[in-house]
């Protein structure tokens, strides 16, 4: 079957590094950010997320910053795993429940 | 509780077919989504519906409509399918941005190849 993420950016990182993922949105309306996790053959999985009032949340070795005056997200994870690796996507939401994914960012940890 | 569950897994179709892709819910969601993924790339919504009766445009709507039958299903019609309609079609659920938990489920997916 088809491999997900096959043409999206890789970000490769050593295990027990931590990982930074980056996300830039274009809404400045969107009031809600949250991170999903994509393994391959599998629907999307939820990570963190964050409203526009915040500019930082910590979740267990995962943490969401964002920054409005650039239109930026990003996840940290930390202590990457082997089974960390997966493609990463970031998604904003905004008033009428409309959900916009990004690009995506494919994270492979390696020994 | 089994979540968002999509039917059918998988289908080919022929150029011209028609075609319902079904979703169920039983979270008691408000808010019901319709995604594409074409191999190797990312999401992008077809259709959403904030609430039962209402449905709304996502970024890639031509070709597809949608019915959101009652609070637990959407689904997702191809009337003429085309060859550039070959995806993975993903439906997910939200409970609602005003509730304090932003997490959308997702289904497991439909793999649909149009020959």
């Known amino acids: 079957g088809e491999s997900v993420g096959l043409h999206l950016p890789t970000l490769s990182v050593q295990e027990g590094d931590n990982s930074i993922i980056n996300c830039a949105y274009s809404?400045?309306?969107?009031?809600?950010f949250i991170w999903y996790k994509q393994e391959s053959g599998k629907g999307p999985q939820f990570i963190i997320d964050i409203r526009s009032n915040m500019d930082k949340r910590q979740g267990q070795r995962v943490t969401v910053l964002l920054n409005k005056t650039v239109k930026h997200l990003s996840l940290q994870i930390a202590a990457t795993q082997p089974g960390d690796s997966a493609v990463y996507f970031c998604?904003?939401?905004?008033?009428?429940?409309?959900?916009?994914f990004g690009t995506g960012t494919r994270l492979q940890v390696f020994p | 509780n089994a979540g968002v569950t999509q039917t059918p897994k998988f289908q080919v179709l022929k150029t011209g077919q028609s075609m319902t892709l079904q979703c169920a819910q039983d979270?008691?969601?408000?808010?019901m989504y319709w995604y594409r993924q074409d191999p190797g790339m990312g999401l992008r919504l077809i259709y959403y519906s904030a609430s039962e009766g209402t449905t709304d445009k996502g970024e890639v709507p031509n070709g597809y409509n949608v019915s959101r039958l009652n609070k637990r299903e959407f689904s997702l019609r191809l009337e003429s399918a085309a060859p550039s309609q070959t995806s993975v079609y993903f439906c997910a659920s939200l409970i609602s941005r005003v509730q304090a938990n932003t997490e959308a489920f997702f289904g497991q997916g439909t793999r649909l190849t149009v020959v």
């Open positions: 979270m008691n969601h408000n808010s």
């Open positions: 809404n400045s309306a969107s009031d809600y």
């Open positions: 998604a904003e939401g905004g008033p009428t429940d409309k959900l916009i």
